[in-house]
């Protein structure tokens, strides 16, 4: 496996990173996640442009000249995934320097990135998934996408423990996303999903999921769903780059509905589908 690090393609296992990154030591970085159809990277502009944000609000400044685009598009080709279904990381940390906790002077990001293959969850797309609600143990600057994701870990972790595809996120009584993807839950047949606070990460999927209800006439509501009201959805969802359109059809122990995905989702889904084969086509 071909990785990239501080601007050299290297074999994986010849990637060298300092015990003293702060990464390692603090967590001290962002990183993003892009899916690539087939060498198409799917947003990219939107998720370099969270990267940069996410970047700014750490107060690292931005890797001279990484450009993000070409190297996730170098990693594909190196690896034999250009025509592939996969995913690009990318992570930039503050940098290696001895451990304090104020930033040190002088410091050169470290960045890093891989390219994996993907397999499309095509069955958990057709029967749908479980997810369950936990408390949301994280700080208050979701908007930022930090390397910092043990609450994520954890919740992740009792979600797969409980059978459970996703944790859902409960703050204040409000169901306001997943562990690593956004939710929304269909009530009077409504979509309801949590606006864009500092409480959230402002999902690329999301965004562009909500696009394709403005285009489809299917009505949203940027207002989280009460904890409490879950249990009046008919449907629910999941959007993330790994996760497209996720039918959810059993939260907690409550299945919604017949237990099948419900026909707004399908719709959404199907959107979604057929919209990644647009982009694929327009290349
Ligand atoms: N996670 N919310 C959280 C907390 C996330 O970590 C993610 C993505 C999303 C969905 O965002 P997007 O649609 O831009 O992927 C929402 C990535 C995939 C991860 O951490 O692996």
């Given at each position: 496996m071909t990785v990239y690090l501080n601007g050299q393609f290297l074999p994986k296992q010849e990637a060298r990173i300092s015990p003293d990154d702060r990464a390692f030591l603090f967590a001290d970085g962002a990183y993003e996640v892009v899916r690539a159809y087939r060498g198409h990277l799917f947003r990219a502009k939107e998720h370099w442009d969270r990267f940069d944000y996410s970047l700014k609000a750490l107060r690292i400044p931005p890797p001279a000249s990484a450009d993000f685009s070409a190297i996730a598009s170098e990693l594909l080709k190196r690896n034999t995934l250009a025509d592939a279904e996969a995913t690009v990381y990318l992570q930039v940390s503050r940098g290696a320097a001895p451990r304090k906790h104020a930033f040190p002077a002088d410091m050169t990001p470290t960045v890093y990135a891989?390219?994996?293959?993907?397999?499309?969850?095509?069955?958990?797309?057709?029967?749908?998934?479980?997810?369950?609600?936990?408390?949301?143990?994280?700080?208050?600057?979701?908007?930022?996408?930090?390397?910092?994701?043990?609450?994520?870990?954890?919740?992740?972790?009792?979600?797969?423990?409980?059978?459970?595809?996703?944790?859902?996120?409960?703050?204040?009584?409000?169901?306001?996303?997943?562990?690593?993807?956004?939710?929304?839950?269909?009530?009077?047949?409504?979509?309801?999903?949590?606006?864009?606070?500092?409480?959230?990460?402002?999902?690329?999927?999301?965004?562009?999921?909500?696009?394709?209800?403005?285009?489809?006439?299917?009505p949203v509501k940027e207002f989280p769903v009460a904890e409490a009201d879950l249990k009046c959805a008919t449907e629910a969802m999941l959007f993330g780059t790994t996760n497209?359109?996720?039918?959810?059809?059993?939260?907690?122990?409550?299945?919604?509905?017949?237990?099948?995905?419900?026909?707004?989702?399908?719709?959404?889904?199907?959107?979604?589908?057929?919209?990644v084969e647009e982009c694929q086509r327009r290349g």
């Open positions: 891989f390219a994996a293959p993907f397999t499309n969850p095509v069955e958990k797309w057709a029967s749908g998934v479980k997810v369950i609600t936990l408390p949301d143990q994280r700080w208050a600057r979701c908007d930022i996408k930090s390397v910092s994701l043990l609450p994520n870990v954890l919740a992740n972790q009792q979600a797969q423990e409980a059978g459970a595809h996703e944790a859902v996120l409960v703050r204040d009584g409000y169901a306001m996303e997943g562990s690593l993807s956004n939710f929304a839950a269909v009530l009077d047949g409504v979509v309801h999903t949590a606006p864009r606070t500092n409480y959230i990460l402002p999902g690329i999927s999301r965004l562009v999921a909500l696009g394709l209800c403005s285009a489809l006439g299917i497209e359109v996720m039918p959810v059809v059993q939260i907690n122990d409550r299945k919604l509905g017949d237990g099948q995905p419900g026909p707004l989702t399908r719709k959404l889904q199907q959107a979604f589908r057929n919209y």
